[in-house]
């Protein structure tokens, strides 16, 4: 059963748009919400996160928004760079538990 | 700051093999470790996670066996590896003493093919 899923499995964006990238969750315990990011064979690392008392936390050029009643939260890279090319996983908590999307592969086309 | 290991970097080996992958963290006491499985277009799927040595919780039943010999050491294995095991394998540290229980720090990962 998966609690935390990302439906997009893909995205394009060319440089310099928005790039959002959407995850939704089932687990009304959830108290905790973070995004990664991860090249091909590297573990992932760690991008912004947002606890459940918040609705918006922003950090440089990614923003991500947090909507409890709808259990969703987005990621929000502006500008998008060529860099940003990766595959994004969000990710949930509760207490010592993470539970993972299925990720979302971004393409920042130059 | 958290420095994870985990060797061998990548491995091949035959079904019904053994399995052993190791997982050290640096830079922090009473971690949690995680061990979680990426297989080719899936997600991250927590395999085991750890709270303390000789703790361990398993979140998906299979031919899978994880141990904690020591605080900052976490062993994957396996008796007979099949063919479903192939993917990546990833060690993760969250919390301890210097650390939030709200993030999570990954290491490198192995690559295991299983042929």
């Known amino acids: 059963d998966q609690q935390v899923k990302q439906n997009s499995p893909s995205l394009s964006v060319q440089e310099g748009r928005i790039s959002i990238l959407n995850c939704d969750y089932t687990?009304?315990?959830?108290?905790?919400f973070l995004w990664y990011k991860k090249y091909p064979a590297e573990g992932p690392t760690f991008l912004i996160s947002?606890?459940?008392?918040?609705d918006k936390n922003e950090d440089g050029r990614f923003t991500v928004f947090l909507n409890k009643s709808a259990k969703h939260l987005s990621l929000h890279i502006v500008p998008s760079q060529p860099g940003d090319s990766a595959v994004y996983f969000c990710?949930?908590?509760?207490?010592?538990?993470?539970?993972f999307g299925t990720g979302t592969s971004l393409t920042v086309i130059p | 700051s958290q420095t994870i290991h985990q060797w061998p970097a990548t491995l091949v080996q035959p079904v019904g093999s053994p399995l052993s992958l190791e997982c050290t963290v640096e830079?922090?006491?009473?971690?949690?470790l995680y061990w979680y499985r990426q297989a080719a277009g899936r997600g991250l799927q927590l395999l085991f996670y750890?709270?303390?040595?000789?703790?361990i919780s398993s979140e998906v039943p299979q031919n899978l066996s994880a141990s904690r010999p020591q605080d900052r050491q976490f062993i994957l294995s396996s008796k007979k590896l099949l063919l479903s095991d192939s993917g990546f394998y990833l060690c993760?540290?969250?919390?301890?003493?210097?650390?939030?229980?709200?993030?999570?720090?990954f290491g490198p990962g192995t690559r295991l093919t299983v042929l």
């Open positions: 830079g922090t006491s009473n971690p949690n």
């Open positions: 993760a540290q969250g919390g301890g003493d210097y650390a939030s229980y709200n993030e999570q720090f």
């Open positions: 750890s709270v303390g040595i000789g703790q």
């Open positions: 990710a949930a908590s509760a207490g010592n538990q993470f539970y």
């Open positions: 947002i606890s459940s008392i918040k």
């Open positions: 687990n009304s315990m959830f108290d905790y």
